[in-house]
C-alpha cells in the first residue's frame, strides 16, 4: 500500500479525518479532474486515464455536495475573477478530451447528482473513432511481441517490454512528453515500426457536437482543450496562437455559446509556458486550467494557471487530499 494510503487508513480509523471534515474550509476553489470514468482494466488503451468507476464518481460528488459548493460555468468565472468573494472552499468538477463515456456516465451522474461539470473537448476528435497518441502508446507497447523497443526522437532511448507493460507504457509517455520534443509524428511513426503491430479498428471513442449541445442544455459547460490536443510548450508561439483559436471557433460554432475555458493538454510543468498564458490571455480566454496538483487559495488565483488535482481511484485518498487541500491548501506528504 503506499504512504498516502497507509496515511489515509490511519487517519480514518482514529477519527482524524473525520474530524477534520468538520472544521471550516479555506477560502479557494478546489479543481477536480477526471478523464474517463469507467472500467480501467477493460481498456485496451491507456488505463492510467481512467480516475473512477461510475459508482466512485458518484460517492464524490455526495461527498462534495455534503461539504462544499460545486460549481461551474458563470458562477466559476466570478469566484475566479474575484467579483464573487469565496469564503469558504469551492469545488470544480471538470474532464478531459471528451471521450464519449463523458456523455454516456459522466453527465447522467452529474445530472442525478445535480451538479454541474466542465467538459475540455478537442475539436478534432469530435465525433470520431480516433485513437489519440496516449491510447495509441499504451496500446502498442502493451500488445507489441518485441523485447525492447529503442527510439531516436528527440533524443535515443531503448524500453525493455521484457518486464511490466504497463510501466514500459508510462516510460514512453514521459518520454513523448519530454518539453524537447518537437516532432511527436516522427516520434509516433518510431514507435509504430519498433512495436511491430497495428492499432484495432474501433467504434466512435469521442462525444459528438449533438451530445455536446444536449449536455450544454443541462446545465453542463463546454472549453477549450486545443485543436489537435497537440503538447503547447513544444509549439511555436503562432502554432499554439492557431490551437486555442481555432478549437475555440470551432466549438463555438458547434455549441452557440461563448467559450472562454481552457485546459492545457497533458497540462504539467512544461507542457504549457508563459507564452502560452500570455496568448491564452490576449485571446480572452478567462480560465485556463492546468494538470499538476494544488489547490487555488483565493490570495493565490491565477486565472492563467487555475491548479487541477487528479481524481484519485482509492476513494479513501480521494477523500483524505480533498480534506487537506481544502482545509490547509497543500498536500503535506
Ligand atoms: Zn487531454
Redesign the pocket.
Same mark, same amino acid.
Given at each position: 500500500m503506499s504512504k498516502r494510503g497507509l496515511a489515509a487508513r490511519i487517519l480514518k480509523n482514529s477519527g482524524v479525518l473525520r474530524a477534520l471534515e468538520m472544521t471550516g474550509s479555506k477560502p479557494g476553489i478546489l479543481v477536480i479532474n477526471h478523464?474517463r470514468v469507467g472500467d480501467a482494466s477493460a481498456s485496451r488503451f491507456d488505463r492510467d486515464v481512467f480516475s473512477a468507476s461510475a459508482d466512485a464518481f458518484d460517492m464524490q460528488l455526495k461527498y462534495f455536495k455534503r461539504y462544499f459548493n460545486v460549481v461551474a460555468g458563470e458562477e466559476l468565472e466570478d469566484l475566479v475573477s474575484g467579483r464573487t468573494p469565496l469564503r469558504h472552499t469551492h469545488i470544480a468538477v471538470t474532464f =478531459? =478530451?471528451g471521450y464519449r463515456n463523458d456523455y454516456t456516465t459522466s453527465f447522467p451522474v452529474l445530472k442525478a447528482n445535480n451538479c454541474r461539470g466542465t467538459f475540455?473537448l !478537442?475539436p478534432e476528435y469530435v465525433g470520431t473513432a480516433t485513437i %489519440?497518441w496516449?491510447d495509441e502508446i499504451a496500446y502498442l507497447v502493451r500488445n507489441s511481441p518485441k523485447q525492447q523497443i529503442t527510439l531516436q526522437t528527440p533524443v535515443p532511448v531503448t524500453i525493455s517490454l521484457g518486464g511490466d507493460r504497463e510501466q514500459a507504457i508510462r516510460a514512453v509517455l514521459r518520454h513523448y512528453k519530454r518539453p524537447d520534443n518537437h516532432d511527436s509524428e516522427r516520434l509516433m511513426n518510431e514507435l509504430r515500426e519498433q512495436a511491430g503491430c497495428s492499432l484495432p479498428a474501433t467504434d466512435r471513442r469521442f462525444i459528438t457536437w449533438e451530445e455536446a449541445r444536449e449536455m450544454q442544455e443541462a446545465g453542463m459547460q463546454i472549453g477549450s @482543450?486545443t485543436q489537435t @490536443?497537440g503538447i503547447l510548450g513544444q509549439m511555436s508561439a503562432e502554432k499554439q496562437e492557431w490551437e486555442l483559436r481555432e478549437s475555440r471557433s470551432n466549438i463555438e460554432a458547434n455549441i452557440g455559446r461563448p467559450v472562454r475555458s481552457l485546459?492545457y %493538454? !497533458?497540462?504539467i510543468h512544461g507542457a504549457f509556458t508563459e507564452t502560452t498564458e500570455k496568448i491564452a490571455d490576449s485571446l480572452g480566454y478567462t480560465m485556463c486550467f492546468s494538470f499538476y496538483g494544488g489547490f487555488n487559495a483565493s490570495v493565490h488565483m491565477q486565472p492563467m494557471n487555475l491548479l487541477r488535482m487528479a481524481a484519485n481511484r482509492d476513494p479513501l485518498i480521494f477523500r483524505l487530499e480533498t480534506a487537506l487541500l481544502s482545509r490547509f491548501g497543500r498536500l503535506p506528504f
Open positions: 478523464h =478531459d =478530451d475540455f !478537442v %489519440p496516449w @482543450h @490536443h485546459a %493538454p !497533458v497540462g
